[in-house]
């Protein structure tokens, strides 16, 4: 990865931020985006490191998209790869009870910011010789628990989307896959577990001993450096399971 250029999404918080971390550990410049500015800034100013650059940007927005996309090029001359971790998890609700504006936001975070984000890198990732996109699946793609319909529709979307891109970008020496997650420790499913009232009345848990664990975003960013580097160079078109057997345990 060492000199790598890697656009993240989500890489304020969560998955994202710990892939930025890793990845900076292993050389890669690192250009990281989302809508938490606060805690983008904080990262930052933690790793004080010429080579990490946090960009404010809102996905859903087109113009933001490409300023952040834009504003990397000109720092660093081009894009190597890309990781879209940004993500929202609505829960509580069954399909009909859903308003239409909570389904939109879903899928425009979720799914269509994906397609945004690679609509402005992969002309310039092919412009680099080629490269690597990651996206952030999910189990609800494969397997889900009642009432989320719009973040089930939008994984199982991300995964199909991924599959897709890496047929067509192929011949662009691209590699697209996608990632499907577990239960992972970020700030989204903190909060969720602390509004269910805790981990274990969730049904999850933390030891190393447990199916379907929670897991620590550190662990997430070695699979996706790994998707990244060229010692994944025969893997594209895959939704590789780092779920920690929870697919196991749901199917």
Known sequence: ??????????????????????????GA??????????AGRALAAELDDADFTFHPADLTVEDQVRGAVGAMVAAWGGIDGVVNAAGIYPTGKRLEDLSDAEWTRTL????????????????????????????????????????????????????????????????????????????????????????????????????????????DPAEIATVIAFLLSDAASFVTGSALQADGAMLARLL
């Not at 990865?1 to 998955?15: C, H, S």
């Not at 992969?122 to 009642?146: D, M």
Request: charged share 15%; aromatic share 4%.
């Open 1 to 26: 990865m060492q000199g790598k250029r890697i656009f993240i999404t989500g890489g304020a918080t969560g998955i994202g931020a710990a892939t930025g971390r890793h990845l900076r550990k292993l």
């Open 29 to 38: 410049r690192v250009w990281a985006t989302g809508l938490d500015a606060g």
């Open 108 to 215: 425009d975070v979720n799914l269509t910011a994906i397609f945004r984000v690679c609509r402005a890198t992969l002309p310039l990732i092919r412009a680099a010789g080629g490269g690597s996109v990651v996206n952030i699946a999910s189990v609800h793609a494969e397997a889900t628990v009642p009432l989320v319909p719009a973040y089930a529709a939008s994984k199982g979307a991300v995964v199909a989307l991924s599959r897709q891109l890496a047929l067509d970008y192929a011949q662009d020496l691209i590699r697209v896959n996608a990632v499907i997650v577990g239960s992972v420790a970020t700030r989204m499913t903190l909060d969720g577990l602390e509004a269910a009232g805790g981990a274990e009345a969730a049904g999850l848990s933390f030891s190393r001993r447990a199916v379907g664990r929670i897991a």
